[in-house]
């Protein structure tokens, strides 16, 4: 669902970002997290125009790709059998193999960064907790097209390592809600354990945008 402020205290619901030119074909499928592509400007974020259009990452079953003129009606990258084109899918094996979610997007000179979230909860025949792992996951696009993947992470960047992340509502979860850039370093919040917001801070303005690697503390 899309909200609409003038001064962000104040909030207006828009009702569906795909309802203008996909009516409810979109209605059922779940997400609770997206990622409109963003770049920095005289020091803050801002959402950025690429090919005169808007760019949003969203889902849960992987990342679809959705385009605006003005951010409030968005429009779903579909293949020609009239399904949702996906940037990035879950991988077999791998720590994203079961649920991904949009975290945030940040274009850069090198690509445009993406930031998701990863979840592999408890499934028939597993033991553990509901939640047995989570992290995220970092991956590269192209600046000039948003549908070219370059590269992607092995490895999450960030997971549950500390007591409030690991023991919560809900245990082994972290999950990305925002990034804010504010005197020359980035600044990623996080969910804790479904129970704290916390806050990682890249160690300089360039080492939060690495795709591999650990580049916060």
């Known amino acids: 669902m899309v909200a ?27 997400s609770k997290s997206a ?42 990258l579909e293949n020609p059998d009239g399904s949702p084109k996906v940037l990035l899918p879950k991988r077999v094996g791998k720590f994203d193999d079961r649920v991904i979610e949009g975290g945030y997007a940040l274009k850069t000179e090198k690509g ?37 993947l370059l590269d992607r992470s092995e490895n999450a960047f960030l997971k549950p390592d500390r007591e409030y992340e690991i023991q919560g509502t809900v245990n082994n979860v972290v999950f990305m809600t925002g ?3 504010f005197k020359g370093k980035y600044f990623l919040y996080h969910n804790g354990g479904d129970r704290m917001l916390c806050v990682a801070i890249s160690r300089s303005n360039d080492s939060a945008l690495q795709v591999s690697g650990d580049p916060i503390e």
């Open 4 to 30: 609409t402020s003038k001064d962000l205290v104040n909030w207006k619901k828009e009702g569906s970002p795909f309802s203008k030119y996909h009516g409810e074909k979109y209605a059922g499928l779940w």
């Open 112 to 148: 445009i960064v993406v930031f998701y979230n990863t979840f592999r909860f408890r499934q028939e025949g597993e033991t553990g907790e509901p939640v047995l792992a989570s992290g995220l996951g970092q991956a590269l696009v192209d600046p000039n097209d948003p549908t070219a």
């Open 35 to 76: 990622a409109i592509i963003t770049e920095l400007k005289n020091g803050r974020l801002v959402a950025a125009k690429i090919n005169g259009k808007y760019w949003m990452y969203w889902g849960e079953e992987g990342l679809y790709i959705a385009t605006s003129d003005n951010l409030r009606d968005w429009k779903m």
């Open 179 to 181: 990034l804010v850039y």
